[in-house]
C-alpha cells in the first residue's frame, strides 16, 4: 500500500522569502502521479502544481515549483516570494492512474507580513 | 458555475438521523470521488463511482455508509443512523477518468451531528 509522509506539520516564512515543504512516499508502483494541494482558511481544496513520475523535469506553477527525486521518492514544494495568501495548509497527494488521491497529513505554512 | 458543486454547506444532524450529501461533477466529468476529512487530520479516500457503478469502496466504513451516481442526477453519499464521530467535513470531487488528470475539488459539506 502507498503511503504518503510530510514531517513538518506547521511552517513559518516572511513575505517574499522562499519556503520549502517536504514529502516522501512509498510506492512500488512505477507509473504514478504526485501533486500538491492548498487548503486555506477558507477549507477548499486548491490544485497547486502535479507531476508525472515518468518525466524527469520538475513541474513549475508561477512561484510554485517541486523537487522531485524518484529514487529517493521525495517531491518537495517549493514556494517562491511568498505572499500573505499563500498562507494555507498544503497536502501532499499520490496518485496511481485515475485512481484516489493518497493525501499526507499536511503542513501549515503561516506567512508573516 | 462549472465547478464541482457539494450542497448544503452545512448538515446537522442529531444521532441517530440520516445524512444526505450532494456533489454534482464538474462539467464533462463523469468520475466522483468521496474524502472525508476529520478535524485537524488530512483527507481520507472513501469511495471512487462512475456514472451507475462503483469503482472502488475500499475506504467506505462497512456499516451505515452508502454512495451512488445514478445515470441521471448528482452522486449522493448516504449516512444512516449518524454517531458522532461521523462529524468531519466531506469532500467531493471530479475527474475525467483520464489516467493522471487532476481531481478538481468541491466546497466541502461539514457535517455536525449532536
Known amino acids: 500500500a502507498q503511503t504518503v509522509t510530510q514531517s513538518q506539520p506547521e511552517m513559518s516564512v516572511q513575505e517574499a522569502e522562499t519556503v520549502t515543504l517536504s514529502c516522501t512516499y512509498d510506492t512500488s508502483e512505477n507509473n504514478y502521479y504526485l501533486f500538491w494541494y492548498k487548503q486555506p482558511p477558507s477549507r477548499q481544496m486548491i490544485l497547486v502544481i502535479r507531476q508525472e513520475a515518468y518525466k524527469q523535469q520538475n513541474a513549475t506553477e508561477n512561484r510554485f515549483s517541486v523537487n522531485f527525486q524518484k529514487a529517493a521518492k521525495s517531491f518537495s514544494l517549493k514556494i517562491s516570494d511568498s505572499q500573505l495568501g499563500d498562507t494555507a495548509m498544503y497536502f501532499c497527494a499520490f496518485m496511481k492512474l485515475a485512481n484516489k488521491l493518497i493525501f499526507g497529513t499536511g503542513t501549515l505554512l503561516a506567512v508573516q507580513p | 458555475n462549472a465547478g464541482v458543486m457539494q450542497n448544503p454547506r452545512h448538515l446537522v444532524r442529531r444521532r441517530g438521523q440520516e445524512a444526505r450529501l450532494r456533489c454534482s461533477p464538474m462539467?464533462?466529468?463523469?468520475?466522483v470521488y468521496w474524502y472525508r476529512q476529520l478535524p485537524e487530520e488530512g483527507l481520507k479516500f472513501m469511495v471512487y463511482l462512475q456514472k451507475e457503478n462503483i469503482i472502488d469502496e475500499s475506504g467506505m466504513p462497512k456499516e451505515r455508509f452508502s454512495a451512488e451516481f445514478p445515470k441521471e442526477g448528482p452522486s449522493i453519499l448516504r449516512i444512516q443512523q449518524v454517531v458522532r464521530g461521523d462529524s468531519a467535513a466531506y469532500f467531493c470531487a471530479s475527474s475525467t477518468g483520464t489516467e493522471g488528470q487532476p481531481q478538481h475539488f468541491g466546497d466541502g459539506t461539514r457535517l455536525s451531528i449532536l
Open positions: 462539467k464533462g466529468h463523469s468520475h
